[in-house]
């Protein structure tokens, strides 16, 4: 496996250092740089193009939501782990929104961190238990409004493959995985995933994912 190279933007030093401790300590991540707010995290996220982004939420000047945000727009590409103790409905549903490919909490321990990154690094969508039960929750009772069609347009209905195709991301699947089981390229994968997304109007894995499980496409575990 190629090194990963991760971005941690934190505006807490010691946090900032306790945490490119732990991932020096792995072979395959690389720590390439260190960001003390949201504005500062653009800069180096454009200047270093990381692999990984690990975003704090809380930062003076310019927040972790706000430059998912604005990271989402210059580089779509972007992997954003968001590594925060805000288990609060509104933050995870924002960072969504915004693009970010996970949302994990603070108290993870370094071993589910490491692999959380590697996920994301792989093309996966991560979400920390507690959170996911939330997310499942507000989505059962208000829908998907905010994901689904807007109004007066129909949701296109989906091929058999790309059905296969959101069933494996609901389960947290990367792309070379879902490539692997059902025998296909990674370049059809991700054209799949571009045409279910713009099939059902969703921004991005993690939408596809909540999405999946709201229509009962997969177990809610």
């Known amino acids: 496996m190629e090194t990963i190279k991760v971005?941690?933007?934190d505006d807490h030093a010691l946090f900032r250092r306790?945490?490119?401790?732990?991932?020096?300590?792995?072979?395959?991540?690389?720590?390439?740089?260190?960001?003390?707010?949201?504005?500062?995290a653009i800069e180096k996220a454009q200047a270093l193009t990381?692999?990984?982004?690990?975003?704090?939420?809380?930062?003076?000047?310019?927040?972790?939501?706000?430059a998912t945000q604005a990271l989402q727009a210059r580089m779509p590409e972007a992997n954003i782990l968001v590594l925060t103790v805000s288990d609060n409905e509104a933050d995870l549903f924002a960072a969504i929104k915004f693009g970010a490919k996970g949302y994990i909490l603070k108290n993870t321990e370094p071993d589910e961190l490491v692999q959380a990154?590697?996920?994301i690094a792989q093309g996966g969508v991560i979400i920390s238990p507690p959170m996911a039960a939330k997310l499942l929750s507000e989505f059962?009772?208000?829908?998907?409004?905010?994901?689904?069609?807007?109004?007066?347009?129909?949701?296109?209905e989906l091929s058999p493959?790309?059905?296969?195709?959101?069933?494996?991301?609901?389960?947290?699947a990367t792309n070379k995985q879902i490539a692997e089981a059902l025998f296909i390229s990674e370049n059809?994968?991700?054209?799949?995933?571009?045409?279910?997304?713009?099939?059902?109007?969703?921004?991005?894995?993690?939408?596809?994912?909540?999405?999946?499980?709201?229509?009962?496409?997969?177990?809610?575990?």
């Open 7 to 9: 971005l941690v933007v």
């Open 117 to 119: 990154i590697l996920h």
């Open 188 to 221: 059809t994968v991700k054209t799949h995933l571009r045409n279910i997304m713009e099939k059902l109007h969703l921004a991005n894995r993690s939408q596809a994912a909540a999405y999946a499980v709201k229509r009962g496409l997969v177990p809610e575990e």
């Open 50 to 66: 990381p692999d990984v982004i690990l975003m704090d939420l809380n930062m003076p000047r310019c927040s972790g939501l706000e």
């Open 161 to 172: 493959r790309e059905d296969e195709v959101l069933r494996l991301v609901a389960k947290g």
């Open 140 to 156: 059962r009772e208000t829908g998907v409004q905010e994901t689904a069609a807007p109004p007066g347009e129909t949701e296109a």
């Open 18 to 40: 306790g945490i490119t401790s732990v991932l020096s300590t792995q072979e395959n991540l690389m720590v390439v740089g260190e960001a003390v707010d949201g504005l500062e």
